[in-house]
């Protein structure tokens, strides 16, 4: 299949084309969420699979997407999309706080979403892995994102005297590995540990990067 085939215009059913275009592209996700994050997992699952698992025909997934890929992708995003969102929301919420109370915040609502359900750690951290060259360079995309949040809330802090004042890119990349690698472990029961002494020890990670040994808040 070169592309997608043509979806149908006008409205039916009191809705427009493009409603029905984004109702049936939530489907399809919401199935790829089940197939690809659960069994039997992305490499596994068909198209007629995936097709049936929405409710939906083969025509209409070709008329929304291209290739099963194209789905993962559009998922990854979509589960990142939602961390990513509670992330923002937790920092609007958190901004008045002091410096360790902000950074438990933000962390507690990261790990909330995306552990909020098995699929979507596996979709982040395991069917994402070596699909394609295409997907590898959305993941590293997506994690260099999650740095720069990391790297722009870590120089507002340094600007209020919180942090140490540096250039963090090197320090947040290597522990963004540390959030990902921990996350998936503890999801697959491999960490015996609750949620939050997860979450605890990651803040204590960043703490230390944020404030090193010598130094001390402008405050002190």
């Known amino acids: 299949m070169v592309g997608r085939l043509r ?6 059913g009191g809705k427009s084309a493009a409603q ?4 049936r592209r939530l489907r399809f996700l919401a199935a790829a969420l089940q197939l690809f994050g659960d069994a039997p997992g992305f490499r596994a699952t068909t198209v007629a699979a995936l097709s ?3 409710g939906l025909s083969t025509r209409q997934f ?23 969102r509670a992330v923002l929301d937790a920092v609007a919420e958190a901004g008045a706080l002091p410096l360790a109370e902000r950074v438990t915040a933000l962390f507690r609502a990261y790990a909330a979403s995306v552990t909020a359900d098995p699929r979507r750690v596996r979709i ?10 295409r997907l590898e360079e959305q993941r590293l995309a997506r994690r260099s994102h ?6 722009a809330e870590a120089d507002a802090a340094a600007a209020r005297g919180e942090a140490a004042p540096r250039d963090y890119r090197i320090a947040a990349t290597a522990f963004i590995g540390s959030v990902n690698g921990l996350l998936h472990d503890w999801s697959a029961g491999w960490v015996e540990a609750t949620l939050d002494e997860v979450v605890d020890e990651l803040v204590r990670q960043l703490l230390s990067i944020l404030r090193p040994p010598g130094w001390k808040p402008a405050s002190a």
């Open 7 to 12: 979806a149908p215009t006008g409205r039916y």
């Open 124 to 133: 982040t951290f395991v069917e994402i892995i070596g699909v394609s060259p």
């Open 20 to 23: 029905r275009q984004a109702e």
């Open 52 to 54: 049936e698992a929405a």
């Open 146 to 151: 999650w740095v720069d949040l990391i790297c």
């Open 62 to 84: 070709y008329e929304e997407f291209r290739t099963l890929e194209d789905v993962l992708a559009a998922l990854h995003l979509q589960v990142n999309g939602w961390a990513e």
